[in-house]
């Protein structure tokens, strides 16, 4: 079936970087873009970035501008969302979402599958 | 950035109910909106695109309508399994914002 499949949890001190992986599977990777959505605990969710498919487009939010980069491996139809500089407040869930890059099927930029979420705890 | 809030916060309601939940965006975003459903511990699950396009496989007890800086979501008839958090999400300008989400609990 369609999934993307997370990276298990982090924990990391302040000033660290952390890398998160996404797998796609169940769809053709090259055919659609990723969003990078992050939930502190009991917020709602924050949008970060999305990447296409090839690599070569990303857009991030101005907020992550500089400590965020995301990349893709299509060889492996795996996404990555690498931050920096870590900071108490980036402790998260952080989800990789599905999105119609496309827009083949007329849905626009909406996220219509998600990963499991990955838990980032930035602790000293 | 454009702020997206949701009101209520919490509602309170029982099975069978009919449930309305809205979502101000702070300017225009045309029909540029989702709606997410969203349980404990679980990712957020897309309920409503474009203002009032159905997910596919999503009950059609679920409804959304609006456009411009007022949307609203309708469950028609609240089943056990609805109870959860929702989100509003607009995708008209960067950067793409959410609602705080309102959560839809038991009475």
Known sequence: QVQLVQSGAEVKKPGASVKVSCKASGYTFTGYGLSWVRQAPGQGPEWMGWISDQNDNTNYAQKFQGRVTLTTDTSTSTAYMELRSLRADDTAVYYCARMDYYDTSGKGDVFDIWGQGTMVTVSS | ?107
Not at chain 2, 45 to 59: C, D, F, H, R
Not at chain 2, 75 to 85: M, V
């Open chain 2, 1 to 107: 950035d454009i702020q997206m809030t949701q009101s209520p916060s919490t509602l309170s309601a029982s099975v069978g109910d009919r449930v309305i939940i809205t979502c101000r965006a702070s300017q225009d975003i045309s029909s540029w909106l989702a709606w997410y459903q969203q349980k404990p511990g679980k990712a957020p699950k897309l309920l409503i695109y474009k203002a009032s396009t159905l997910e596919s496989g999503v009950p059609s007890r679920f409804t959304g309508s609006g456009s411009e800086t007022e949307f609203t979501l309708t469950i028609s008839s609240l089943q056990s399994d609805d109870f959860a958090t929702y989100y509003c999400h607009q995708y008209r300008s960067y950067p793409w914002t959410f609602g705080q989400g309102t959560k839809v609990e038991i009475k």
